[in-house]
């Protein structure tokens, strides 16, 4: 795991010791993501500069370090990422004469694309990976990011320069950036709690799609145009994949079952491949458990696992996952968190995403990675499954909910509406606690005012996709919310990239595979484990598995009113059933609770009115009115507030005039605090 860099400067706008600086002072925010070295490649002639900071997991010795050249000096990469396949593509080259003289897939893909072409070469590639890829003789710098994303990569125009890198932190040390908010990209942002790709928070910055690569011609001397974006392509297209047509059928299950763990076994194996100490998350889900099963089975040796614990009950996942662990016999290390030492990491959230971000489990997933490096530096993560499988209860919910709508004449469910709308949420909440209503399936806990509000918002609405929009954004209307902002469209909105996929669920599904996992979960995953050097894979990612997925009937993820039907089976092969029969829990953090709290002060100085007055980007008026209505418990604003505070935190690092200075991680627990606990230990 790496974080790179990339500058072209056509213009001479730096002499070359001055462009090797610069791009080493860019690479050198990155350290966190590589610790073990650095370096640095200069073209002179061409204006580019590449480079590198180096987290060694594969190939230890110096044949591993890059920026790295290719046997005959064509090629130059810097390369984020590992090729999990790379053993099996190493034994083909050489069969066909090529000369490797280290053991890294780094080298191995220079080879490839030496051998075969950058083209055939993604085609064969299994793995995460984001490169930068320059043709000395055909002056091309080829972008290209994996089929899921779960490698980041940013570029844009900075100055008279181009800038390529891993995280937006690289693009301020630059001395010629001058940092605009993007307010469209803050209206998404405030929507969906990430911004959606290709958009990122600042003007003229991009992410380069998943499954997608960019070759820019930078052999005429000046720029790339300013629709790079028009010329963007992809090596793997997940709609493509999705929309290809079906098995067929229930007697097809046995066959799935035995597909599943076939492909699932190869891609766990694959990913156990390293030259460090291995482990795995363990949240005791089916997706984490079902990966350290697989794990197990791929050796005599038991796998490291690591768990994080919190002393309310409602949010401590721990219990489950010491049963999995004590049942696969892993070597299994448990760390229980007081709150404030989870609330300690806050602080330091806008260091870690430099771009904005409110998914609140970006709290217990740093703190589990942070444990897991203490003694490994790859770990393995069970995301994915539940985009892939049908595991979120909002599937059922928002097609329960379309089901029902569509019966409605439309003048009566807008009736229903503004019926639900004239009574305040507060009176709702005072009717419910008497009436004492559960929420349906797929709703973790009690009906609300907010949620019955937030229902009659989706009455009025025809569309299943827009719906389904509805259904999952934070803040329904965030133009409301930011001064001067047109929201753009996205792949909910935007007609051109609607999948044809005739079941709603299925559509739910691709949204979500190619937006919320890309841009929320795998951010997530990345940004975390990176900040303390764990380089975290995920095997249900592996694109053999997801095609494979995107293959099977819709019944064989939603059966019996509940998701991931399938993967529960394989489950059971190699588990108890009663250990993946609990209510789908995530990582989740008493938020409102917290605002209403410990945290208070934090967020009354982030929402200050003259401090929202003077920066201009938020409505101060309707941010104090929430805020307010928070605090005094009348509404439950918590996800809307978080992201309005995550923004003004980011803002507070980014935008202010000492942005450049780094806020460093909290330091862990005390030692006497974490619990290693092996199964035959434990006792259990």
């Avoid at 051998?115 to 290209?144: Q, S, Y």
Wanted: with cysteine; charged share 25%; aromatic share 8%.
């Amino acid at each position: 795991m790496c974080g790179i860099v990339g500058l072209f400067d056509p213009t001479g706008r730096f002499a070359p010791a001055a462009l090797r600086e610069v791009a080493g002072r860019m690479g050198d925010t990155l350290r966190h993501r590589g610790p073990d070295s650095s370096g640095v490649w200069l073209d002179a002639e061409a204006g580019l500069a590449l480079a590198h900071r180096r987290l060694a997991i594969i190939d230890l010795s110096a044949t591993g370090q890059q920026p790295m050249l290719s046997t005959d000096g064509r090629h130059a990469i810097v390369f984020n990422g590992e090729i999990y396949n790379f053993p099996r593509l190493r034994r083909e080259l050489v069969a066909l004469g090529a000369r490797l003289r280290g053991h890294s897939d780094t080298e191995v893909l220079l080879a490839a694309v030496d051998h075969w072409g950058l083209a055939p070469t993604l085609e064969r590639l299994v793995g995460m990976f984001a490169f930068a890829l320059w043709d000395r003789h055909a002056r091309t710098l080829t972008l290209a990011r994996d089929h899921l994303g779960q490698k980041p990569l940013y570029f844009g125009r900075i100055g008279a320069t181009f800038a390529v890198a891993s995280e937006l932190k690289a693009f301020a040390a630059h001395p010629d950036f001058e940092p605009e908010v993007d307010r469209g990209a803050l209206a998404l942002f405030l929507r969906h709690q990430y911004v959606p790709s290709p958009h990122t928070i600042w003007r003229g910055v991009f992410k380069l799609p998943a499954g997608c690569l960019l070759s820019l011609d930078l052999g005429r001397g000046r720029l790339p145009e300013a629709d790079a974006l028009a010329r963007i392509e992809r090596h793997w297209c997940a709609r493509t994949v999705a929309e290809r047509e079906r098995v067929a059928a229930a007697s097809t299950d046995a066959a799935a079952l035995d597909r599943l763990d076939e492909l699932l076994t190869q891609a766990v194996g694959d990913c156990m491949i390293a030259d460090v100490p291995l482990g795995a998350f363990l949240s005791g889900g089916i997706d984490s458990s079902l990966v350290v099963a697989l794990m197990q089975k791929h050796t005599a040796r038991p796998v490291r696992t690591f768990t994080i614990g919190f002393a309310e009950d409602a949010f401590d996942e721990a219990e489950h996952a010491r049963r999995v662990a004590r049942h696969l016999g892993t070597e299994h290390t448990e760390l229980y968190l007081s709150a404030e030492e989870a609330r300690a990491i806050i602080p330091a959230l806008p260091e870690m995403f430099d771009e904005p971000m409110s998914d609140p489990s970006q709290i217990p997933t740093f703190h589990v990675a942070r444990l897991a490096r203490q003694h490994v530096t790859v770990s393995l993560s069970g995301d994915g499954g539940d985009e892939l499988f049908g595991g979120y209860g909002r599937y059922l919910v928002a097609d329960g909910i379309r089901r029902q709508v569509a019966r409605v004449p439309r003048g009566l469910r807008h009736g229903a509406a503004a019926l639900a709308h004239a009574l305040p949420a507060g009176a709702w909440d005072r009717l419910l606690r008497l009436a004492r209503l559960q929420a349906p399936p797929g709703l973790r806990g009690h009906w609300s005012g907010d949620r019955i509000h937030k229902l009659a918002a989706l009455l009025p609405i025809d569309d299943p996709d827009q719906l389904y929009r509805a259904l999952i954004s934070a803040v329904p209307d965030p133009c409301a919310l930011v001064v001067d902002a047109d929201e753009p469209t996205s792949a909910f909105t935007d007609p051109t990239r609607r999948p044809r996929l005739a079941e709603f669920t299925d559509r739910m599904m691709y949204y979500d595979t190619v937006t919320y996992l890309p841009d929320d979960i795998l951010v997530k995953l990345d940004r975390t484990s990176m900040a303390v050097s764990l380089e975290a894979r995920v095997p249900l990612l592996d694109h053999r598995v997801v095609e494979f997925a995107w293959q099977l009937p819709t019944a064989a993820k939603l059966r019996a009113g509940s998701g991931k039907w399938l993967l529960r089976q394989l489950f059971q092969r190699y588990l108890p059933a009663e250990l993946a029969e609990r209510p789908k829990q995530g990582f989740a953090i008493p938020l409102a609770d917290w605002l209403r709290g410990p945290l208070r002060d934090w967020a009354e100085d982030l929402l200050d009115e003259r401090r929202l007055v003077a920066d201009g980007f938020l409505h101060a008026g309707p941010v104090r009115r929430k805020w307010q209505e928070h605090l005094a418990g009348s509404r439950n604003w918590s996800s809307q507030i978080w992201s309005l505070l995550m923004f003004q935190a980011w803002r507070e690092r980014w935008l202010a005039a000492a942005r450049t200075v780094p806020v460093a991680w909290p330091e862990p627990a005390a030692a006497g605090r974490e619990q290693p606990t092996c199964a035959t230990a434990l006792g259990l």
